[in-house]
């Protein structure tokens, strides 16, 4: 990861340190930090539902993998949904 995208990621850490994860970490498939960062970016982009930022995701899957984990790869609009849920309630 370039310095670039390592400072990217530190400040959306940093922002987003607050935010508990309630989901039970077992049956999770994709990291908070991970969704909650695309869902960001995707809207930052001009993205209006789950359908729009998990396209956004799947279009830019190579350049999000430079500083997301991703370890199960994009999450679908039906992750993002009840994700984007957690962020609120935080």
């Not at 994860?21 to 695309?38: E, G, K, N, Y």
Request: aromatic residues 8%.
């Amino acid at each position: 990861m370039d310095g670039a995208a390592r400072r990217v990621v530190e400040s959306f850490q940093t922002c987003f340190a607050d935010v508990a994860d309630p989901r039970v970490a077992a049956s999770c498939d994709h990291q908070l930090m991970d969704i909650l960062v695309i869902t960001v970016l995707a809207v930052l982009s001009g993205a209006d539902d789950w359908t729009d930022i998990e396209t956004f995701g799947k279009l830019r899957q190579e350049w999000l993998k430079a500083f997301l984990e991703l370890p199960n790869g994009i999450p679908s609009h039906d992750t993002f949904s009840p994700s984007a849920g957690v962020a609120r309630s935080g």
